[in-house]
């Protein structure tokens, strides 16, 4: 019954656990979807651009810009498995002030500008956004 079990691991990765896509995009879309990071730009360039809702629940639109020159800007990397990757953390100053990693799909809550959990993510400063 093995493949049972991984046809039922691999639906609740889907469903279930609340893991964050990367997903490329022409644009925003009016209704973004939760979970999943739209990558926004055109076929003849890397994405430019990153949105995502806030996972906090507030349901605010956050829109990060992916141009190394920009100051700040992220890295989004996506996973073979479809799982995204932020680097550095998103620190909101506005709104809910939610801080949090976002890495290899999930959302790590950050406390006190660290992780809640696990070692600190990426060693890196964060971002305020
Ligand atoms: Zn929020």
Redesign the pocket.
Known sequence: MNWLRRWVNWLRALLGHKQWVGQNADDVPDRPSSRTVYLVGDESSPPWAAALL???????L?QLSLISGDNPSWRADVGRNGLVTLHPSVW?VR????HFFVRDGRILWARDGRPSHGRPALGRPSTRY
Do not use: D, L, Q
């Not at 806030?54 to 605010?60: N, R, T, Y």
């Not at 709104?95 to 939610?98: A, E, F, I, L, N």
């Open positions: 806030c996972p906090c629940g507030c349901k605010e956050i909101r709104g809910c002030h939610s």
